[in-house]
């Protein structure tokens, strides 16, 4: 495993100077569902943002100042923000780097900074951990559990110290915020129209049906009308 210096976000399909959407994970970093949302013939191409070394674990603010960072190298001029639970905090970070080549962000399960409450989970057993965040039985059978509970334990230590730092930034593009009506996360409309607090061009609620990881069923058409609606 590499120093955190080296990492960076690796993004596929690769960005070039055409308009981009990119999908930017949560927790664990799952994004093998976003296959399905680009069968041939569907646009725009949804590209997924992966940390290119998962078990190393930057902070939110780092994360999303290097995606930031590959964006603008890339030359895009038009760019949608796609992220899920501490993937749309990334893209918030992201995007405050961002200006004219930035078109809009769309926030899944995830409520604003100063309306989500620090997070447990760190202190949870391994096992219980993984469960929580419902981890593929293949993660939660293996022997290198514990390894994987400390990078979500690290992970969520990050997060609540993101939190604790009570960040603003604001943004000049709009946002559509997302929640799942089982999903403690990001149920409440209320908490969700508090995203206004991020941005100065205004913010649409949309609810789904479904639990914290939702985002792997969505409908791709669904996505792509919320991403039509931020451009």
Not at 31 to 53: H, M, Y
Not at 72 to 79: I, K, P, Q, R, Y
Not at 133 to 150: C, G, K, Q, S, V
């Amino acid at each position: 495993m590499g120093g955190q210096e080296s990492a960076n976000y690796i993004v596929s399909p690769a960005l070039d100077d055409g308009p981009a959407v990119i999908f930017v994970p949560g927790l664990g970093g799952r994004t093998k569902f976003v296959d399905q949302w680009n069968e041939p013939g569907r646009l725009p191409v949804i590209r997924r943002a992966n940390w290119s070394e998962p078990m190393s674990v930057p902070s939110v603010d780092q994360r999303g100042a290097a995606l930031a960072s590959l964006v603008t190298e890339s030359g895009t001029s038009d760019v949608v923000l796609v992220g899920h639970s501490m993937g749309g905090l990334v893209c918030l970070e992201a995007a405050k780097h961002l200006e004219r080549q930035l078109r809009g962000t769309v926030v899944m399960c995830q409520y604003p900074p100063h309306r989500t409450p620090l997070s447990p989970l760190a202190e949870l057993p391994d096992r219980a951990l993984a469960e929580e965040i419902e981890a593929p039985p293949h993660i939660m059978d293996t022997a290198a559990l514990p390894e994987y509970a400390r990078l979500w334990r690290s992970e969520y230590h990050l997060l609540n110290r993101y939190l604790e730092s009570d960040p603003r930034p604001m943004l000049h593009t709009p946002i559509i915020a997302v929640g799942a009506t089982g999903d403690a996360s990001s149920w409440d409309t209320e908490c969700l129209n508090d995203w206004n607090q991020y941005t100065t061009d205004g913010v649409s609620v949309q609810m789904v049906e479904g639990g914290h990881q939702v985002v792997e069923q969505l409908d791709p058409e669904t996505l792509r009308e919320w991403i039509g609606k931020v451009r």
